[in-house]
């Protein structure tokens, strides 16, 4: 069971660079979900969507655009990338349920370092 | 704004002991609390999921118990080993918040030694 697959593993970029992390999940869930991760301060969710068509901010959304592609895939773009992006970025997935009762299922991570 | 705080931050424990993990929430309208265990280097590991009007679930040697009216979710690991070594992290999902969005703790560290 693949379940949510996380492409590049690592990537280093140049100040200014652009790059795309993928994300795909194959547990045919309605929402999908990207945090960062960094040292001391837990996961912050960066964007968000809901349902397939649907995407929203979240906590730190600024230098980020996503696009959910179809329901199995959701793309974190960084236009231009900044060293305070380097981070450990993750993608979940989870499935609505009532009153929001599903749990979130986890990528192994991309590591992101922005020289 | 819900904040998530976890106590303590690590935490080192021979081999054997039954040990407790603590996570505290700010707003206790909360659709559930996760506890997630996270390897080094890895993603996160869906441990125990509590719903809001549940007041525990176990799994194996793990117990994880939530009062929403204090604000408090714990963890409970039994007889502990070597390999319970990891950082684990709860998180709470949040209520009137269409995008069902979870808010996490730091985590806590944890080593057990052999």
């Known amino acids: ?115 | 704004k819900q904040e998530v705080t976890q106590i303590p931050a690590a935490l080192s424990v021979p081999e054997g002991e039954n040990l407790v993990l603590n996570c505290s929430f700010t707003d206790s309208a909360i659709y559930n609390l996760q506890w997630f265990r996270q390897d080094p280097g890895k993603g996160l590991t869906s441990l125990l999921l509590i719903q809001s009007s549940q007041r525990e679930q176990t799994s194996g040697r793990l117990n994880a118990s939530l009062d929403k009216s204090s604000g408090r979710s714990t963890l409970y690991i039994a007889a502990s080993q070597p390999g319970d070594s990891a950082t684990y992290l709860c998180a709470v999902r949040r209520g009137g918040d269409y995008g069902q969005n979870f808010v996490f703790g730091p985590g806590t560290r944890l080593s057990v030694l052999p």
């Open chain 1, 1 to 115: 069971n693949a379940g949510v697959t996380q492409t590049p593993k690592f990537q280093v970029l140049k100040t200014g660079q652009s790059m795309t992390l993928q994300c795909a999940q194959d547990m045919n869930h309605n929402s999908m979900y990207w945090y960062r991760q960094d040292p001391g301060m837990g996961l912050r969710l960066i964007y968000y969507s809901a349902s397939e068509g649907t995407t929203d901010k979240g906590e730190v959304p600024n230098g980020y655009n996503v696009s959910r592609l179809n329901k199995r895939e959701f793309s974190l773009r960084l236009e231009s990338a900044a060293p305070s992006q380097t981070s450990v970025y993750f993608c979940a997935s989870s499935a609505p349920g009532l009153r929001f009762d599903q749990p979130q299922h986890f990528g192994d991570g991309t590591r992101l370092s922005i020289l």
